[in-house]
């Protein structure tokens, strides 16, 4: 059990270009989740899967950011046609299906839109 | 939706008991969650209430009040590696079937001097 890995940690592009962002949760975790956090904030939920399903997204995530998670194992983010505004750390984390989940994060992955 | 308030800094001594509150609103409450954020890194989990009362686990204590829609994280026999964020985080049923995720506070930003 190695954690839950993210990467890249840091991510440099210009406005308008596209990137994409992987997840690799803990092996026999059932659920992932997405959030962004930027400086001074709590977390924010963008979207979750229990296994390869795609069951819930926050209406905050506009059209140009997809998540898969195609085989249930590691997920992606990506984002379109990125803005200054999409600035932040995405975070990643995993949990299994219980009556006290937990979440376990990764470390994120810090995007700077210039 | 859940709106979520704790305060925004503290500051203790070493050595000394410090609480840090958490107040919520919600609709469908399902647990509340304490993490611990230091600077640049993923949120680690520290603890869990579901049913009113404390909760202990060594320096740390979480107390929950479902009625009051209140909680505190205690830490005791503060050391300077606390120095940290610390994020109440609340899970709500939500209007939909399958509904887990978190939603987080913005932090309480610890500091912990000599």
């Known amino acids: 059990d190695t954690g839950v890995s993210q990467n890249p940690r840091h991510k440099i592009t210009k406005r308008g270009q596209n990137v994409t962002f992987r997840c690799d949760p803990i092996?026999?975790?059932?659920?992932l989740y997405w959030y962004r956090q930027t400086l001074g904030q709590g977390p924010e939920f963008l979207t979750y899967?229990?296994?390869?399903?795609?069951?819930?997204k926050s209406r905050l995530l506009s059209d140009r950011f997809s998540a898969e998670r195609p085989k249930g194992s590691f997920s992606t983010l990506e984002i379109q046609r990125t803005e200054q505004g999409d600035s932040a750390m995405y975070l990643c984390?995993?949990?299994?299906?219980?009556?006290?989940?937990?979440?376990?994060f990764g470390s994120g992955t810090q995007l700077s839109v210039l | 939706g859940q709106n979520i308030d704790q305060p925004t800094e503290m500051t203790a001594t070493e050595g000394a008991i410090v609480q840090i509150n958490c107040t919520y609103q919600?609709?469908?409450?399902?647990?509340l969650f304490w993490y611990q954020q230091h600077a640049g890194e993923a949120p680690t989990f520290l603890s869990y209430?579901?049913?009113?009362g404390l909760e202990e686990k060594g320096r740390f204590s979480s107390f929950l009040s479902r009625s009051k829609g209140y909680s505190y994280l205690l830490l005791k026999e503060l050391q300077m590696k606390d120095s940290a964020s610390y994020l109440c985080a609340v899970r709500d049923k939500g209007a939909g079937a399958g509904s887990y995720q978190l939603t987080f506070g913005k932090g309480t930003k610890l500091s912990v001097i000599p």
């Open positions: 092996s026999e975790h059932n659920r």
């Open positions: 919600t609709s469908g409450f399902n647990g």
């Open positions: 209430n579901v049913l009113d």
């Open positions: 899967f229990q296994n390869e399903a795609q069951l819930e």
């Open positions: 984390a995993s949990s299994l299906t219980g009556a006290h989940e937990k979440l376990f």
